[in-house]
């Protein structure tokens, strides 16, 4: 029992740390489409978003989106390259938005679901983890940090 416990959460652990990084695995073209999609729509209304921090102070779904990547891609630098390769299929996505809280899934090459959890008046980001068939539930990791380090101003 208990080297089945061990086991497990060896297991975990080495998931946690590759949950945004590494090789991708191949999905359906749509989820490539809309990445494409997300970054084309990101880029035309780049402006207006920094128009809209400036207002009201709240981060935006794109700006949440956009920096959960730079996130990603800053804690793990060799994604880069599989971002854009054929080998695999890494994506983030907005999973849920209400005006407290935004919600970005990333998909790794594991099949682990990463969530990002951001209040979208301060930044404060919680991150979860799920991978199927290794952990029970959805679970909170150690990882927290402050979405607004990661937009990316063009001022």
């Known amino acids: 029992m208990k080297r089945a416990i061990i086991v497990g959460m060896t297991l975990l652990a080495a998931l946690t740390v590759t949950a945004c990084a590494t090789t991708k695995v191949e999905q359906p073209t749509e989820n ?7 970054e084309t729509a990101s880029e035309e209304i780049e402006s207006e978003e920094v128009v809209s921090e400036e207002t009201d102070g709240k981060i ?6 956009s920096a959960i990547k730079n996130y990603c891609l800053s804690t793990n630098p060799e994604l ?3 971002v854009d390769s054929d080998d695999a299929t890494i994506y983030w996505e907005i999973e849920s938005s209400d005006e407290n809280q935004i919600v970005v899934l990333y998909r790794s090459y594991t099949a682990a679901l990463v969530r990002y959890y951001i209040d979208a008046s301060s930044g ?3 991150v979860t983890e ?3 068939g290794i952990t029970p539930e959805e679970e909170q990791t150690d990882e927290s940090f402050n979405v607004k380090d990661y937009i990316e101003n063009d001022n």
Do not use: C, G, I, S
Request: zero cysteines; proline letters at 0%.
């Open 60 to 65: 935006t779904d794109e700006q949440a989106l």
């Open 124 to 126: 404060e980001t919680y």
């Open 32 to 38: 490539k489409t809309t990445e494409v999609q997300e």
């Open 80 to 82: 880069e390259d599989m």
């Open 130 to 132: 799920y991978v199927e």
